[in-house]
């Protein structure tokens, strides 16, 4: 029993028996989650298979053909437009937001838990609490009927124009609570006495501003900015669960469920996959790039 | 000469202006919901949603939703899924972080871009040909499909670990050696315990998105002895369709356990948040 105690090994038996016995399971998680998909993925682009039958044939770009010469398949991105812009909304609000909340305020705790809890949330709860805002008498037509504004409500989920924009709101409202604490974070980072140092140059909140926190929370909101992207491209939660992806409001991965699990068409959901891992990744080096040029 | 001072009060109110319209349209919503659980259907149907409800002890929509929807099944699932994953990914997490910040090694470079690169792909778009995975695997309609698919991309964790790890000093290893302990010993009895800001976070971190996931339980898990909190209440839109005031009790009924561990917890969530990001 004394010999069989890794204790009593020399370090460099040790070593590589810790080694190995610690990387093996994480290595193989990373690859049968991370890596294994991605090639089995270009696999199926290639061919014809329903995800269930025993056979299938390669049918070379047929897929990729298809998804590029149908318009039909590009309308996901147009919805995805829609959340990316929202993006900017959410991250302007979250910046401004962290920002007052980083100085002297009354009800400082109050609000910034106020305005963190929403990302907390169930996304299913979520999903339904925006179903009951947006619907004909629900919340949203209620308030606006009690400020004088009921001239202007809408079928708000059920008109094609305004669907992704309500889709959106509802979006902004989940996560803009993360982008601000992260905020919030990189901002009380920055030591106090710059503050000190400003206040005594006579500097205002709005020179702190574009002086001091901007150029110090750059690395944290380009981050924000790839995290954003990817984010507007694989949308699914809150439009999959609160209209399937009806009027107008099918995002790529919808799509790509639909295709895949409702329509047997693996392939060509396989293909649409590859189409816009590429995008992702894409995306994500330009943004690393550029922000390496900077540094 | 008086500008400056009437300058600075309008800011001021436009600032606490801006907060309160903030935390209106935060809590709205919510609390909307909250007064249509408690009203009656008849009540429901006739008053206005911002209209607060007549008897704020009329939980009948709670036990209804709570039975009906199953909940304790979703609970029980979610609870045991929530458990196993956060300790296998706080061990596998916090073992490759050990390996990869305390030893050279051949192949190390490989390992640390072979995470990173992982990260460029989003778990979504591959979703298809890893639903073929868990399915060869036998795995599908089990607890273990969510269960391997929270450990497996799960490289938050290893992130967090890392950059603890880090800052712990290599001399506490190195005396520890001294001392003869073995470097399972110095991972188990000096860094794990040193870990444990960075384990509050990977705790807090998974614990919320396990919470809140759909997508993995709804595809991997449709059986219904298998359904978690976010597919029983996905499941409400069928038979409750109409019946807003039980599908409102629904959503507070999985709303509530997170209203209470932030309320408890905050401090935590907001570092676990703000470190869980910096990468």
Known sequence: MKYLKISNWGYSAQRIFIICAFSIIPLALLFTFAYLPVINMFQYSFTDWNGYSKRFDYVGFENYTRIFSDPEYFKVFIVSLYYFVATFVQMGLALYFATILSFKIRGKNFFKGILFFPYLLNGVAIGFIFLFFFKPDGTLDTLMQAVGLGQYTQLWLGNPNIINVSLAGASVWRYMGFNFIIFLGAISSIQKDVYEASDIDGANRWQQFRHIILPSITRILQLNLILAISGAISAFDIPYIMTDGSNGSETFVIQTVHLAFKYGKLGLASAMAVVLLFIVILVTLVQRVTMKGEE | ?279
């Open chain 2, 1 to 279: 000469m008086n500008v400056q001072p009437f300058k600075y009060t309008l800011a001021s109110i436009f600032k606490y202006a801006s907060l309160i319209l903030a935390a209106f349209i935060a809590l709205v919503p919510i609390v909307v919901v909250l007064f249509a659980s408690l009203k009656t259907n008849a009540e429901y149907a006739t008053s206005s949603p911002l209209a607060p409800p007549a008897n704020w002890l009329n939980f009948a929509n709670y036990t209804k939703a709570f039975v009906d929807g199953n909940m304790l099944v979703g609970f029980k699932n979610t609870i045991i899924i929530l458990i196993i994953s956060i300790v296998g990914a706080t061990l596998t997490g916090s073992m490759i972080a050990y390996v990869l910040d305390r030893f050279k090694f051949k192949g190390k470079k490989i390992m640390v871009a072979a995470f990173l690169l992982a990260t460029l792909i989003p778990s979504v778009t591959t979703q298809v040909a890893t639903f073929q995975i868990i399915n060869a695997l036998d795995l599908f309609n089990t607890r273990w499909a969510a269960i391997v698919m929270y450990l497996g991309t799960d490289i938050i964790a290893v992130y967090i670990f890392l950059q603890f790890l880090g800052s712990i000093s290599n001399a506490l290893d190195e005396s520890a050696m001294l001392d003869g302990a073995s470097y399972f010993t110095i991972y188990w009895r000096i860094i794990l315990p040193l870990l444990k800001p960075a384990i509050v976070t990977v705790i807090i971190v998974k614990g919320v998105n396990i919470y809140n996931d759909f997508y993995t339980p709804f595809l991997y898990m449709p059986k219904t002895d298998l359904q978690v909190i976010s597919t029983a209440l996905f499941k409400f839109k069928g038979p409750f369709g109409s019946q807003w005031e039980v599908i409102s009790a629904g959503i507070m009924i999985a709303i509530i356990p997170t209203m209470i561990i932030f309320l408890l917890l905050q401090k935590y969530i907001y570092n676990g948040f703000a470190q869980g990001s910096v990468k």
